[in-house]
């Protein structure tokens, strides 16, 4: 029999009505948790960028293709609420990457291209720019004694970063090149600040974060801008001012006195949102009930096909079509759901394609479970504890964050990475545990662990290696089974 008439006449026996409804089911238990989270997943990003942070106060006036600010910066201060260990008091503290200086940004819109130049709460002066993009400068702290000279000089696309200790000699911190900016961009002042993250243990070791508001404060003198109109407008970029800190302490803001600009902020400009994880993962979220649905078919198909045939071409041809329809399941339920939340099309089309194809090696690796221990409950058994288990209890904060990355290293929930749509980034705080959306291997390095597995277990699981020729199937002259 040919390959093609093979595959033909495995796929009319697959198709079972218990067969697909399990998948029919499958899939929509991925479409409806999905279709949950998607109309909260949008992402307010109007340039080059995806779910990322951008929310601070802005003093600001408009700059022509050519121009430069130029601050002395002589305090950073801030505050912090409720930290623990008694999460008891308000204290006057930064967080670490507190950010508080001059930026130069198109328009007033979130997620809109920028640079910027600031102090930080512990990492000194940073030259930043489009979200990802973070260089060093000078070390250290800022304060009256010992103040910070900030530049900022726009050349057309080109911003230019530099900073100096007594405003006569320069160093270039960074350079950055914002191709299509208008004629006209803002410049101005900015203040921002993260929450305050720290991680609470629970029973097993997991962890839960728990981040509080901060809010830092810049002042400066000695305000200049070359090439700007000169007329000051001052607002947030994002809500502001709904926190009962700002309400009833210290509202963010910017006040000028006397030569000397105060802005105070809370907020984030950076690569990932302030939500936390990004909304493609929690969009498939009911990945885990499709998991066990397609463990079970498979385990269940493999275990009949090691007590019907012996033959090496028909256990590969029934993986080949549990494959193709946990595949083609995959897809059409991935790609509904991820295409309401993915920042991008290369995105949505590379999660999607990763998500089907890991629930197909999935769905062949339980299949090589069935046929090499000829019991459909063991086969159960062993793709529920290796494949699915691991991948829910990673999911959630209940092991240590060490023992969920090894358990994302060693077992085939590995190939799950490639869903992960956040990289970490030393210039945010955020909680890089599986718990959290971070997988501690890329996406392709996932999928080797996962078909390694498949390769390991279904080459010896072929009966052809311990028998003969074809047995005879139940239900046709050629032995067909349904």
């Known amino acids: 029999m040919s390959i093609t008439a093979l595959l033909r006449r495995e796929w009319t026996a697959f198709r079972t009505p218990g067969r697909l409804i399990s998948l029919a089911v499958a899939a929509l238990a991925v479409i409806g948790l999905g279709l949950l989270f998607a109309p909260s997943n949008g992402s307010s990003c109007d340039g080059p960028c995806s779910a990322v942070s951008d929310r601070f106060w802005f003093r600001h006036q408009d700059l022509g293709r050519e121009g430069a600010i130029t601050v002395r910066m002589t305090s950073m201060t801030g505050t912090i609420t409720y930290p623990p260990p008694g999460h008891d008091q308000i204290v006057a503290g930064l967080v670490p990457w507190a950010k508080a200086g001059i930026i130069v940004k198109d328009g007033v819109r979130q997620g809109s291209r920028y640079a910027a130049l600031a102090m930080t709460g512990a990492h000194g002066v940073r030259f930043q720019h489009d979200y990802e993009h973070d260089v060093a400068g000078r070390a250290g702290g800022v304060s009256a004694q010992s103040p910070v000279w900030l530049r ?53 070791g997991g962890t839960i974060e728990q981040v509080r508001f901060t809010q830092a404060v810049g002042v400066f003198d000695t305000v200049t801008v070359e090439g700007g109109t000169g007329r000051w407008d001052s607002r947030p970029v994002g809500e502001m001012n709904h926190t009962d800190w700002e309400k009833f302490h210290i509202a963010s803001g910017a006040v000028e006195k006397d030569g000397v600009v105060t802005v105070s902020g809370t907020g984030d400009i950076g690569p990932i949102g302030e939500g936390g994880v990004h909304g493609v993962e929690k969009t498939l979220s009911g990945l885990v009930i499709a998991l066990v649905v397609v463990l079970v078919v498979a385990a269940r198909h493999g275990a009949r096909t090691a007590q019907e045939t012996s033959s090496r071409q028909v256990v590969a041809a029934r993986a080949a079509v549990v494959g193709s329809a946990t595949f083609v399941t995959g897809l059409v339920a991935a790609g509904i759901v991820v295409a309401a939340a993915a920042p991008s099309w290369w995105t949505g089309v590379r999660v999607v394609a990763g998500v089907a194809a890991v629930l197909a090696l999935c769905a062949v690796l339980s299949y090589g479970f069935g046929v090499w221990l000829r019991r459909g409950w063991a086969a159960i058994v062993a793709g529920l504890a290796l494949i699915a288990l691991p991948h829910a209890v990673t999911s959630v904060p209940l092991l240590p964050d060490a023992v969920a990355e090894w358990l994302l290293r060693i077992t085939p929930a590995a190939g799950f990475a490639v869903k992960q749509t956040v990289v970490e980034y030393p210039q945010v705080t955020a909680h890089y545990a599986p718990s959290a959306g971070y997988f501690p291997l890329p996406g392709w390095a996932g999928l080797a662990v996962l078909g390694a597995y498949v390769a390991v277990v279904l080459w010896p699981a072929n009966p052809g290696s311990r028998g003969s020729a074809t047995t005879p199937l139940p239900g046709s002259p050629r032995g067909s089974s349904g």
């Open 152 to 204: 900022l000089t726009r050349s057309g696309d080109t911003i230019t970063g530099s900073e100096s200790a007594d405003g006569e000699q320069w160093h270039v911190v960074g350079t950055a090149q914002l191709t299509g900016l208008p004629d006209t961009v803002q410049v101005g002042l900015f203040a921002t600040s993260p929450g305050d993250l720290t991680l609470r243990e629970t029973g097993l």
